[in-house]
């Protein structure tokens, strides 16, 4: 008699319970270490799509596991309002980490929260109403972020979204200032659109929004849930053109894996901010916190920022040399490879084949990849070699 594999049975109970909200792999990981998943069948797999750019250190890095382990067997949680000592330390190395000027944190749960508060400040402490996004740009599913999302398809059926939003094309300062007035509260964007296709705008843009928003006496708001700590070789966007918003989010990879979302700000921001103004219980907790401390110093320890602008100019000079590829998009570990043919997904499943996880994006044309910022030349050579052997 032959029995099921115990894979299937885990896919069947999941399919049953859980809602079907989810296009999955089919398979089924139940270990990791580094760059590298393993399926229930001992399968592995090189995973560049870091589980969506959130495993920044690697799968399960001994310095996490050890910092989550201790600080669990200590203390798991108490809530903000009293102090914690772990508490304090993430978000001391949070805001040494970050762009001059941006010396404050609140803490949160998710990239979506953490846009929610941003959006909510703006409001709040401009008496404005109006919120410019872009077209192409997203910033989570909760009502606020959802409204900021320049994807029609994830706001379709649940319009009317929240009064006030317009959108932008991304890239376009004229459109921006037609669009900006005394009652606009905040600009918000990823500075570079992952979803949307991994999107980068001329470096002009940046400084200009900047400027406009000045002007207009708005919030500029960087929405850096994928591209914050480490994910382009510097800690935030931010910091690499001398441009700093009033608030940054992050979410995703600042913890390794560990739930935690977060609002960086100015001290102008924060001095206008009251007591009772912002609140979670869970956000900012001490196992979140333990993580978010030991995935700092594991970047810097090992060098990942370095690690990540040397490997990413070598994997973007080797992509660009392929005659399929059209055009090699992002910067460090976030990576948007536009195929000539059109369609990504043939080059996704071919390499699925090959035991390599990768990314599709809103533009089917093009295959995301965000890797861990662990990802070494070796790891990189393996996917090129099977990339190259793939019809589109
Ligand atoms: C740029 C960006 N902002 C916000 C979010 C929402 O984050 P979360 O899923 O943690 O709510 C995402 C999620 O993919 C994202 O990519």
Request: glycine share 10%; with cysteine.
């Amino acid at each position: 008699m032959t029995t099921k594999p115990e894979f299937e049975d885990i896919i069947a109970i999941e399919e049953k319970y859980q809602v079907a909200t989810y296009k999955k792999f089919p398979f089924v990981i139940s270990r990791g270490e580094d760059v590298w998943v393993y399926t229930t069948e001992g399968e592995r797999y090189l995973d560049l799509y870091g589980g969506h750019a959130v495993v920044s250190t690697g799968h399960s890095h001994p310095r996490i596991v050890k910092a989550i382990s201790d600080q669990a067997a200590r203390l798991i949680f108490y809530s903000n309002l009293v102090y914690n000592d772990v508490r304090a330390r993430a978000a001391r190395k949070l805001v040494e980490v970050a762009p001059d000027l941006l010396s404050k944190v609140f803490f949160a749960n998710s990239g979506t929260e953490a846009n929610e508060n941003a959006l909510k400040i703006a409001r709040k402490l401009t008496g404005a109403l109006k919120i410019i996004s872009f077209e192409g740009g997203f910033h989570g599913r909760t009502p606020g972020s959802l409204s900021a999302t320049g994807l029609p398809k994830y706001r379709e059926g649940v319009s009317p979204l929240l009064e006030g939003h317009v959108y932008a094309p991304f890239g376009d300062l004229a459109a921006v200032e037609s669009l900006i007035d005394s009652d606009t509260a905040a600009v918000i964007l990823e500075p570079i659109q992952s979803m949307g296709g991994v999107r980068l705008a001329a470096p002009e843009f940046y400084q200009g929004l900047r400027d406009i928003c000045d002007e207009a006496g708005a919030m500029l708001i960087y929405d850096e849930v994928q591209t914050g700590m480490g994910r382009t070789g510097e800690y935030f966007f931010a910091s690499r053109l001398g441009v700093v918003p009033d608030m940054v989010t992050l979410a995703k990879g600042i913890a390794s894996g560990i739930p935690i979302g977060a609002v960086l700000m100015t001290e102008e921001v924060a001095a206008e901010i009251k007591v009772g103004d912002l609140g979670t219980t869970f956000g900012g907790g001490p196992l979140a916190a333990a993580a978010l401390e030991a995935t700092i110093d594991v970047i810097r320890d090992e060098g990942l920022l370095e690690n990540v602008r040397v490997n990413s100019q070598y994997l973007f000079g080797a992509l660009g040399s392929l005659d399929s590829v059209q055009e090699v998009r992002g910067l460090g570990y976030l990576v948007g490879i536009k195929f000539k043919g059109g369609s990504a997904k043939p080059y996704q499943q071919g390499l699925l084949e090959k035991k390599i996880i990768t990314g599709l994006a809103d533009d089917p044309s093009v295959l995301r990849l965000l890797p861990p910022l662990t990802l070494r030349q070796q790891e990189i050579d393996l996917f090129l070699e099977a990339l190259s052997g793939i019809e589109g």
